[in-house]
Structure formats: C-alpha cells, structure tokens
C-alpha cells in the first residue's frame, strides 16, 4: 500500500461497482438493453445489458432468460486472481470456462480484494509494483483472449445434488460438468470515525487489513503501529509488524487473548510489543505534518471505565478474520468451522466429486494472491483430469 490519488479511483469504483475492464459494461447497465464493444481492443470483447441487471457476457453470447439452461464443461465462480488463473488454464486447455464475476459480491467489485488496495508489490513479474486493479485487469483480459466467457453476475445458489451441477444467479442458470469455486473472503473492517475510504476516512492511508501485504511500505516504517485482534492473526501480524515499526500495540477489546499460547508467548516477550487490554478504537486522525493526508493517530477507549485517550500511531491494522464467501453455498459443501471450504489436502477436491475450490474461500492461513492464483492453476489441473476422467471432454455446450 503507498497513498496515491489512485486510490480515489478505486474507491469509487468499487463504490459505484465499475468492474475493472468491464466499465462497458457498467456504463451500460442503465440501459434498457444494448450490446456495445469495450474499448478494450486486445480482445473481441463484447457486452450485452438489460435494464434487470448488470451483466455482461464476452467471447460467445448466452442468453440470459431464466427458462433457458446453459450447459458447459466448466463453471468457474469468483474474479479474483485464483479464479482468473483457473479460466486460463481451462480456457488454454479448450474446457471453454464459462467464469461470473459477481456483480458487488459482498460488497467487492469485479476483480476482488485486490480492488480494494493501491500497489501490490509482492506479485512476481512487477518489480516496480502494479496496482491491484491493473493486475486484475490483466488476469481479466488474459482470460478472455483464450476465450474464457466471463459474465458480470454473482451467483446466488447452487445445486451440487445432481449432475450435471446447476449454478443460478438472478437471471440465468448454468449447468456444469465441473465446477471452480474461487470466491473469495473479505477481511473484516471496523467503522469508527475516520475508519472509511470516503473524505476524512483513512483506509489505504494507514489503515489496513493485511500486514503481510502492507507492513513493508515507507509510511510504516520506524514509525508507531497498532494491531487490532486478539487472536492468532492478530499475534502474527504484530511480530511481523516489529520488523518495520518502531513499536508496536496490540489493541485488545478483552483481558485476555483466545489466540493458543504459543503465538501469545512470542508476542508477550517481544519487547517492542505493547499490549492495550480491555480497549478499543473509537476514531482515527490525520497527520499534521503530512496536512492531514494519511493517518497520524487514533482515539482508543478503555472499555472499563470509558476512558479516551490520544494513540500517536501511522498504521494501525485491523486483525479481526475474514469471511469466507460461501454462503450462497447452502451448505453444500464441507465447510470448516469458521466457514472456509474444506479441500483435500494437496488437491483442491471439495467433499462434492467434480467441485473444486480455490483460493482464500480454501485458504485461511496464506491468503496472498499468489497462493490464490497458485491454487486456482491447481484447480483448473484438477477439474480437466476430473473431465476426463468422466468422458465429457468432448464439447457438450451446443
Ligand atoms: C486491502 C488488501 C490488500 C491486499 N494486498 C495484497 C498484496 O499486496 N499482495 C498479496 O499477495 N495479497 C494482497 N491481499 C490479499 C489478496 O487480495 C487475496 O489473497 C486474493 O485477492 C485472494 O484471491 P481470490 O481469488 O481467492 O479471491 P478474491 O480476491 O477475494 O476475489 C473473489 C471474487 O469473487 C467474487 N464473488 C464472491 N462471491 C461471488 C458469487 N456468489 N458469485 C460471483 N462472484 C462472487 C467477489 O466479488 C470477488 O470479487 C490484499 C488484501 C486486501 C484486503
């Protein structure tokens, strides 16, 4: 993360829901109906819009009325990195992928978390960094050149009961030999003032939700940082965060921490950690020196006998989870206890023979995009043996 007036742009994008290379799309989704080409000009990218929904379809035209069912070999359901990866190998493999990318999908534009952040500087192949918005549009539009169909809905159930598997969204149902499901999760985020993307908020400007991805930029370094959590990300994340800040506070709601006792023994002995128990953040403020652009100090309370007090800290670090989108899975597939899908180990087979599942939906402990792009080329691996395995991979969409 770096502040950049680009920033702005991605905000309001996702704000407004304008999907990375489909902003043709967006700019038609007020229309009535109409197909229009996107200025996108390395790829024969068209969309088609009605006044229902905002969707869009490239490569080969479906239509979209409820009573006409789509059969494909593979139906991959996501947008980020992981599912993008999985559309090119399937697509270069000739399974002729058909991918929704959602439509504001828990609230995250086309693309995925990468949308939400400004340089991504630990995806190899970009020395100088990318934005997180350029490089899904690369993965989007490298999926489409070997002919991945991507359609701007989100998928609101699915039936795995039966073969082959239906998928639905509020227009269309799709039925699949094969299903990737590559959704995603959101990092939870706390709203206090000062907290939000908008004017006066300071989210990309100091305040983030991912320590890994974040930690090492210059506005954190040798400078105060703070963590909010208490568990075991929230441990990882403070020892990972004294390799760049001048100190770090954990800021802790409770008297005590549910993370196991290991990683509460690292970061209890760590003499640049300082732990604020039984408190909470109740608003963030600009730095002066910087003329209030990015974050200079917050507002903790103790949640005891409600005091406020004043926290000189340039970073602060929401560690409080991530919410798997699986919702819209109804329990279909094995989930673990705190909602991630259930992969056999080494593979990424799900508990349903021909659905697969890549990416952080499977992955709460790496959760990076090239872990994500890793498993979604894993996916796309394991989803063609599977179609071969069962006959279908001659062409059963015509
Ligand atoms: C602020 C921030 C900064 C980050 N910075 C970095 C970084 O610098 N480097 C790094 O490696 N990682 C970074 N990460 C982590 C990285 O973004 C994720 O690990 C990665 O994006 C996960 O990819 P994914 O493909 O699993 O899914 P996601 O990126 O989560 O994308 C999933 C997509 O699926 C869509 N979707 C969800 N449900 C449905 C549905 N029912 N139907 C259709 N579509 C649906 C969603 O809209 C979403 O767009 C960052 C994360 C955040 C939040």
């Known amino acids: 993360m770096r502040f950049c007036p680009n920033k702005l742009f991605t905000k309001a994008r996702n704000l407004i829901g304008i999907g990375l ?3 043709a799309a967006v700019s038609a989704a007020g229309a009535s109906s109409s197909t229009s080409s996107s200025a996108d000009t390395s790829s024969t990218y068209t969309t ?7 969707s869009s379809t490239s490569s080969f035209p479906v239509d979209s009325s409820t009573d006409d069912d789509q059969r494909r070999k593979l139906c991959i359901i996501g947008s980020g990195p992981a599912a993008h990866t999985a559309a090119i190998y399937a697509a270069r493999a000739e399974l002729r992928p058909v991918l929704f990318e959602g439509w504001m999908a828990n609230g995250v534009a086309p693309g995925g978390q990468l949308t939400t952040t400004t340089d991504v500087e630990n995806f190899p192949g970009f020395p100088d960094g ?11 539009r490298q999926s489409l050149r070997f002919g ?10 699915v039936d795995f009961s039966k073969r082959p598997f239906r ?10 030999d094969a299903v990737i499901v590559a959704t995603g999760a959101v990092a939870r985020r706390l709203s206090f003032d000062g907290a939000g993307d908008g004017p006066g908020g300071f989210w990309n400007r100091g305040i983030s939700a991912c320590a890994v991805c974040d930690g090492a930029a210059p506005i954190f370094r040798n400078r105060p940082l703070a963590v909010i959590g208490g568990g075991d990300s929230a441990m990882e ?11 770090v506070y954990i800021i802790h709601r409770r008297d005590n921490f549910r993370a196991s006792k290991i990683m509460q023994g690292r970061v209890l002995k760590n003499p640049k950690i300082e732990v604020l128990w039984n408190s909470e953040v109740v608003g963030a403020y600009g730095d002066e020196k910087s003329g209030g652009r990015v974050l200079g100090g917050i507002k903790v309370k103790n949640v005891v006998n409600d005091d406020v007090f004043d926290l000189k800290v340039n970073g602060l670090f929401f560690a409080i989870g991530h919410e798997p989108a699986t919702k819209f899975l109804n ?43 890793g498993t979604g080329c894993m996916a796309a691996l394991d989803a063609e043996h599977y179609l071969q395995e069962i006959g279908t991979h001659e062409d059963t969409s015509s």
Do not use: H, W
């Open 21 to 23: 290379a489909s902003s």
């Open 48 to 54: 088609t819009t009605t006044s229902d929904s905002p």
């Open 130 to 140: 990318v934005s997180g918005s350029d490089l899904m549009d690369r993965c989007r």
């Open 148 to 157: 991945a169909e991507i359609i701007t809905e989100t998928v609101s159930k």
């Open 167 to 176: 998928i639905f969204t509020d227009s269309r149902t799709v039925l699949a």
């Open 237 to 247: 994340e403070a020892n990972f965060l004294t390799k760049f800040g001048s100190k």
């Open 331 to 373: 329990g279909q597939l094995e989930l673990d206890p705190d909602g991630y899908i259930v992969t056999k180990p080494g593979t990424t087979m799900t508990s349903v023979k021909g659905v697969f599942a890549a990416g952080d939906v499977q992955d709460k402990k790496y959760r990076q995009a090239v872990t994500a792009a």
